[in-house]
């Protein structure tokens, strides 16, 4: 096994917690300060604007991971890691960050580059093996 492998929990932390936070903020300012941990999903549903679009963001989180892992994990079968891995990771991460970023703010254009970009550095690391 090889140090691609660290990526995963702070992939994870990311998507099911960081992207987590700023929907559950949006949805107790939507809700008069309250949370309704009942029916989440109910009070998720009701968001408009930037609250709808931050719980977009994180639903996109949560699906973007698991392909993310297996890429990872297809790549840590490299008794070494190269340069082309780490910088697909690293890439993913950034994108993924700025994506959560970008749908937030509203910047749809920019949502789709860094959409695009971590699907690409997403599709390197699975075949990185081949290079």
């Not at 960081?18 to 029916?39: E, F, H, Q």
């Not at 970009?117 to 390197?124: I, K, Q, T």
């Amino acid at each position: 096994m090889n140090d691609l492998i660290w990526y995963l929990p702070a992939a994870y932390i990311w998507c099911y917690i960081g992207s987590k936070i700023p929907l559950s903020i949006a949805m107790v300012r939507a809700n008069n300060g309250r949370y309704d941990n009942k029916t989440p999903r109910n009070q998720q549903d009701a968001l408009t604007g930037k609250g709808s679009r931050l719980r977009a963001a994180h639903y996109n989180a949560v699906e973007s991971f698991p392909p993310f892992a297996a890429a990872v994990i297809v790549a840590s079968i490299a008794t070494q890691v190269t340069l082309l891995m780490q910088s697909c990771a690293i890439v993913w991460c950034g994108s993924r960050l700025a994506y959560q970023w970008a749908y937030a703010t509203d910047q749809g254009t920019l949502r789709t580059i860094f959409w695009a970009f971590s699907v690409a550095a997403n599709m390197g690391l699975f075949f990185s093996l081949l290079v």
